[in-house]
């Protein structure tokens, strides 16, 4: 690939030892040529509040919104919690969504990343997401990429697992193609 590619990333995850962040580490340095990954961080968004956006977006979440609507693609790595979506990444996503017929992703191709230390591989986040960005975004990679049992494959920051590696690097090559269909 040699056209470039800005791909926005929420990372479910605010531990400071987060798997989800050690596989997105992992995932900016496997993408391919001429992909740029950027963290966007979305832990000082306010709560979802219609009050709010009617006085108008806070600074924070123009930032959020701007970001992301003006890259190329929005890639979601994250865990899963009580079967479903982290709170604050479905409250970024709820922002990101606002409003019907102006929204800041509806024209955003989406691609999703789960990860789980069970064997699962965080296949209910990554579904509910798929089905949710179906109707809000303007296309979802069709596969989404589940890794299970991430304690055994990460570790100081990075995916140490070479078949996890390997697995990675297919799936961002896969979902820079995707971003690149027109
Ligand atoms: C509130 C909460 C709910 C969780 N629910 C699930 C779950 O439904 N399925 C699952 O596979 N893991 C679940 N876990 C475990 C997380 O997948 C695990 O803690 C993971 O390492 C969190 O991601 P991180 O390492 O990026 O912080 C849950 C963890 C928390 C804190």
Known sequence: MSESLSIAVLVGSLRAASFSRMVFNTA???????ATLTEHPWHDLPLF?????DAGYPLVVEQLRTTISSADGLLIITPEYNGGVPGGVKNAIDWLSR???NSAISSQKIGVIG????????????DQLQLMMTFISGGVHETSLGIGGIADKAADGAVTDETTIDELTAWMASFASFLGES
């Open 49 to 53: 509040n219609q009050d709010i956006e």
């Open 99 to 101: 409003v019907m017929g």
């Open 115 to 126: 990860i789980s230390p069970g064997g699962k591989a965080a296949a209910s986040v990554r």
């Open 28 to 34: 900016v340095a496997v993408a391919p040529d001429g």
